[in-house]
Each structure stands twice: as structure tokens, then as C-alpha cells.
């Protein structure tokens, strides 16, 4: 099972977003046991840039492409505003990342082979009122 689901091995994951979601991720420890791995962090405030979170040094969003493509990472985490999320996914295609996990709060386009999930707290929130 593991094998046809692909975790029967480590996947690297880039965290585009130093905020408050984006350290949360990077903090977090329980990815590492389902063969996740954060591998950097990045995000486009100067204040942020070569801050410490956690384990990582933020990087700057401006070296994201050629850091992605070094590290032969595939899949992201895009912990930033609605505002930058489409100029930031075309960033990450072009990179190479084939698989998103999206926390801002819109759509993304993004080509046929590139898959992206979303992750909005609000819809689930609303999901669960609807229960109570």
C-alpha cells in the first residue's frame, strides 16, 4: 500500500510563506513519520530573510526557482495572501514542483500536470456549524 501511494519513501517539501501558518509548518514535527521532510523555507519580507525558524534560515523568494530545481523538490506549501499566490505558483511550476498544498484563500492556475489541494479553514469551519 505504502508503494502504490508513494510514501514508501522520504519527499522533501518547500514552504513558500513565513507567517504565522508557514512557521506552524515548519515547526510542525509529525510530517517526518508519513516520509515528509521540510527542506526550506521562503519568503519575501526583508525582516524575514535570513531569520531562524525552527531547524531553517528563511530564504530569500528570489532564489526560490534555482534552490527548487538544485533540490529536486517536487511539492510545496504555500502559506501566503491571496494576492501573491498566482505570481508565487508560476514561480514554483517553472521550478519544477508538480504537487501544491495551497493555504491562501483563491484558486490557483496552474497546468494539467501540476495537482494542487486546497486548505481553507473557513470552508471547514462552516462544514461543521452546519452539524452543530
Known sequence: MRHILKVDRDWDIVVVGAGDIG??????????????????VFDNA???????????VVKDINDLEEAIRKANIRIAMLAIPAASAQE???KLVKAGIKSILNYAPLSINVPAEVRVQYIDPSVHLQRMTYYL
Not at 512557521?23 to 526550506?40: D, K, L, P, Q
Open 46 to 56: 526583508p525582516e524575514k530573510i535570513g531569520t531562524k525558524i525552527g531547524d531553517f
Open 88 to 90: 508565487v505558483t508560476d
Open 23 to 40: 512557521s506552524g509548518i515548519a515547526r510542525y514535527r509529525g510530517f517526518a513519520n508519513r516520509g515528509f521532510c521540510v527542506a526550506m
